[in-house]
């Protein structure tokens, strides 16, 4: 398939039937994973703190600095607790998240990283985002260069691709004016893909942002997978959801201004928005293996309904989650359901690490799991 250019890839969006999206979209999919195989992980979301300046008016988990009673930071003895717990439902990553707590610098995250490594030597982190690295390298006098090399050493493996809602200085400036600009954000990745350190990329949707701005985040994340150094992984996978809104301060904001969400002026049901979401990344992001369905927000059935418009990744069965469920959201599964939902959708299941490795191909007859 050839590559799509702007004004084409925006055309399918809003006007194709969403029938030939997704025949388009499934096509593009096999291109890439022949194999009707479905992928999945067990790891856990821990949140290395709540403390936050971000000022994000979509998150009702953080804190601010000032709120001292309210603020917590994850102790060495509830990680080894954590770990205990993830070990027994067979997960070996952490995926390590915190808010920009302005006392947190590089010595900070050097000496936890290695903590956790010697504690669990094989342990996988895949830890912070472009907003906590462009921080702390800013709190901590250094450059984004060196706070990444320093982090590495330290037992960083992968870097999530948090913190990037929607590649629009117009949006980010509205709701999350704390965090790094979009230049900065991907000026992070950048050094990133050059020291040959797999990520993840994500967008964020459904609130302020036109959908002009919603392409012009998909083209700068083709991009700068385009500009990888070769035989590096750079963005292994796409990840995108519906942004939450119940009871934040954006809400608010939104209903103040009298602002639609964009699906509502398009007449999309939520999950037309979604499965729309997910075959147009399958098709612009031409240069990335993986599109992930993040079931977490959209529930389960819709979740699998996307592996057939260019999904074929159903992420993780998410031991814990803090930040969406402070947003009223609370989807779980177990290893076992996963497996069963991927194979009664009509896929074969693998449970895989975080670059994508196979861990094992049916979690049921192995004996990782009891």
């Known amino acids: 398939m050839k590559e799509l250019s702007f004004s084409e890839a925006l055309s399918l969006y809003l006007d194709a039937p969403l029938e030939e999206l997704r025949s388009m979209a499934d096509a593009a999919r096999y291109s890439h994973i022949p194999q009707k195989r479905v992928s999945w992980q067990i790891d856990r979301n821990v949140n290395i703190t709540n403390a936050c300046i971000s000022g994000c008016r979509f998150c009702n988990f953080h804190c601010k600095p000032v709120e001292k009673e309210k603020i917590f930071i994850t102790t060495i003895d509830q990680y080894r607790s954590k770990i205990a ?13 915190g808010g920009l707590h302005p006392e947190l610098d590089i010595v900070y995250y050097e000496n936890l990283f290695r903590e956790l490594k010697s504690m669990e030597p094989s342990l996988k982190l895949n830890a912070l985002g472009p907003p906590e690295i462009a921080f702390i390298s800013r709190i901590s006098g250094i450059s984004i260069e060196e706070t990444l090399r320093r982090l590495h050493e330290a037992g960083l493996d992968t870097l999530p691709g948090a ?37 993840t990329a994500t967008m964020v949707y459904g609130h302020i942002e036109s959908m002009e701005e919603r392409m012009v985040h998909l083209f700068t994340i083709r991009d700068l997978q385009s500009r990888r150094p070769e035989g590096t992984p750079g963005f292994r996978a796409f990840i995108s959801w519906p942004m939450q809104l119940k009871g934040t301060r954006l809400a608010v904001m939104m209903g103040e201004r009298g602002l639609q969400l964009p699906r509502v002026e398009c007449g999309w049901s939520e999950e037309e928005e979604f499965l729309r979401t997910m075959a147009i990344s399958r098709l612009v992001l031409h240069n990335i293996s993986h599109i992930q369905a993040s079931w977490l927000t959209v529930g389960m059935e819709t979740g699998l309904k996307s592996l057939h418009y260019g999904a074929d990744d159903m992420g993780s069965i998410m031991i814990e989650e803090n930040v969406v469920s402070a947003a009223g959201i609370s989807n779980t599964i177990t290893a076992e359901e996963m497996d069963r939902a991927i194979r009664e959708a009509g ?13 094992y191909t049916d979690i049921l007859r192995s004996q990782a799991i009891s």
């Open 347 to 359: 896929f074969e299941p693998w449970l895989r690490r975080q670059d994508y490795s196979p861990i």
């Open 85 to 97: 717990e993830m070990r027994r439902l067979g997960g070996d990553q952490l995926l390590l998240q």
């Open 163 to 199: 913190g990037a809602e929607i590649l629009s200085d117009r949006v980010r400036k509205v709701i999350s004016p704390g965090k790094p600009t979009a230049k900065e954000w991907c000026r992070v990745m950048e050094v990133v893909h050059k020291m040959g350190i797999g990520t």
